[in-house]
């Protein structure tokens, strides 16, 4: 599977700004993760297509929704109200079968990731 991720820009604080990943073919689980300057990769969201609920992290729940459109392997990232520190090269992940609960904050749980894209946010 190859994931293609869009979407990145140049936004103020505040601002919305949405991220897209076009999969190739069909995936159980999908996520975006992100990494900052100096930084590690961190988790951001994920969503399972058994299940549908979304798991976020809490620098992002409430002002980042994740979606998919499984019909069209897509899956989307809403950033409401973003705050410099969203600043990141974003990427999504995708595994083909079901990740457990458990397991979705972790990169190694996921077997494709796309190219990531840049996302600055500034004060």
């Known amino acids: 599977v190859q994931l293609q991720a869009s979407g990145g820009g140049l936004v103020q604080a505040g601002d919305s700004l949405r991220l897209s990943c076009a999969a190739s073919g069909r995936t159980g689980t999908m996520a975006w993760f992100r990494q900052a300057p100096g930084l590690e990769r961190e988790f951001v969201a994920a969503?399972?297509?058994?299940?549908?609920?979304?798991t976020y992290a809490d620098s992002v729940k409430g002002r980042f929704t994740i979606s998919t459109d499984y019909a069209k392997n897509t899956l989307n990232l809403q950033m409401n109200s973003l705050k410099p520190e969203d600043t990141a090269v974003y990427y999504c992940?995708?595994?083909?079968?079901?990740?457990?609960?458990?397991?979705?904050?972790?990169?190694?749980?996921?077997?494709?990731w796309g190219q990531g894209t840049q996302v600055t946010v500034s004060s």
């Open positions: 992940a995708a595994k083909l079968s079901a990740v457990i609960l458990s397991a979705l904050r972790l990169e190694n749980s996921y077997t494709y």
């Open positions: 969503i399972r297509r058994t299940s549908g609920t979304p």
